[in-house]
């Protein structure tokens, strides 16, 4: 008798325990990201009628043309929702995070997110995002599992990658130079055959054009060591280097012999293919390494902790990342699409203007096989201080020694 009373009181406790679980699913990490040393409990998204209409503020890292779209995206969204949505722009949010964060503490911050998908990680150790559900985000989507890694955390999911860009070189190939250099020494013979012109021009503000000057000179993106630091820093950097702020500073005049900037520009996929002068080639940074990880900028959606409308948001999320979405911002931004079922569409399928087959099919082929370079210093929370660190050594206001004492400390 007292056996049946035990098992009776276990199946009590097991139904009260069932009753305590979330309502909902998280997506579970699919890579080999192991959970951080203090783990935050996921945040419960609370209870929302379906009927819940807003209003929500999207805060978006999107200017000029690119933030326009957006809005005409959104207000075909409100029409046929109902929904009030509200695209406000994150002025200078690459140096800003303290205030940003401020305002998150103060609950003054936006209900979703879109930055670069290098901050997300971060912001969910620091318990700002809730977990989402990808599979409810984008149900009919594939996204490469290649840009996964920077929005998972603690065996959840963070972020939705929304729209890549890859880094390339530009340059103009002669018959004397058919190929690019293959390692640093030959890259020290190139800089002696072109003179005192500097070899790279790149925008000194964007970390992932740093990162591809490393990954192209034969070092680590992610932990650089000291001689490739000491080619890019002043003062040698100054003769390796044509620090500009657009990439339309492309090496040679068209009208003149004289050397205009440096031999090869380092910049944005969606930057330099367009417009790029006769003769003029793109090749995918990193394309010397047999193990090849492509430099990448993506940017995802996700949702903070302190929206009281995670559903609207969700939905709203959902309907941005979507296969029609998804085509419609590729064409009009020039832009790599995140799904693999929508990048192979052929040109006839959609006007892909400036995207150029060979660099797309590329870069679609290394992250659905592995990740792209991480600028973190090797810390799921150092791509904020990438960012500052990096501009930082280049204009010459900290030193190579400073830059390395932010590599994550490995323990023996």
Do not use: C
Not at 316 to 334: H, L, N, Q
């Amino acid at each position: 008798m007292k056996r049946k009373n035990y098992w009776f009181l276990f199946a009590i406790l097991l139904l009260s325990l069932t009753s305590l679980s979330p309502s909902f699913e998280f997506t579970k990490n699919v890579g080999n990201e192991s959970p951080g040393n203090d783990p935050i409990p996921p945040s419960q998204t609370p209870d929302i009628p379906e009927s819940d209409l807003g209003p929500i503020q999207v805060a978006v890292q999107l200017e000029g043309k690119e933030l326009h779209k957006l809005k005409q995206m959104n207000k075909e969204f409100m029409d046929q929702t109902g929904a009030v949505v509200e695209i406000l722009p994150l002025d200078s949010i690459g140096s800003n995070e303290e205030l940003f964060i401020q305002k998150m503490n103060l609950g003054e911050g936006p209900d979703v997110l879109l930055v670069d998908s290098q901050w997300i990680k971060s912001l969910a150790i620091k318990g700002y995002l809730l977990p989402i559900d990808a599979s409810q985000a984008a149900p009919d989507s594939q996204l490469f599992g290649g840009l996964l890694p920077p929005v998972q955390w603690n065996g959840y999911q963070w972020g939705i990658p929304f729209d890549m860009d890859p880094y390339v070189l530009a340059l103009s190939m002669t018959e004397e130079q058919l190929e690019l250099p293959a390692n640093r020494e030959e890259w020290a013979d190139y800089k002696k055959n072109h003179g005192d012109n500097p070899v790279f021009a790149l925008d000194p503000e964007d970390p992932y054009t740093f990162a591809s000057a490393v990954y192209t000179l034969g070092g680590d993106p992610e932990q650089p060591d000291k001689e490739v630091l000491s080619m890019l820093a002043p003062p040698i950097g100054d003769s390796w280097l044509n620090l500009t702020d657009t990439g339309s500073m492309i090496l040679k005049s068209e009208d003149s012999d004289e050397s205009a900037g440096a031999s090869i520009a380092i910049g944005a996929y969606s930057s330099l293919s367009k417009d790029l002068p006769e003769g003029y080639e793109l090749i995918l940074v990193g394309s010397h390494s047999d193990e090849q990880k492509p430099v990448v900028r993506s940017r995802s959606y996700a949702v903070t902790a302190q929206s009281e409308s995670s559903s609207l948001a969700m939905a709203w999320i959902s309907e941005m990342t979507s296969k029609d979405a998804e085509r419609e911002w590729t064409e009009f931004t020039g832009k790599l699409t995140v799904l693999s079922n929508v990048q192979n569409f052929s040109v006839s399928d959609i006007n892909y203007t400036q995207i150029k087959p060979d660099i797309a099919g590329r870069v679609s082929t290394l992250l659905e096989r592995g990740e792209a370079i991480r600028l973190n210093f090797g810390r799921d929370d150092g791509f904020m201080d990438y960012f500052v660190s990096a501009a930082d050594l280049l204009y010459g206001r900290i030193t190579i020694e400073d830059f390395s004492e932010h590599y994550e400390v490995v323990s023996q």
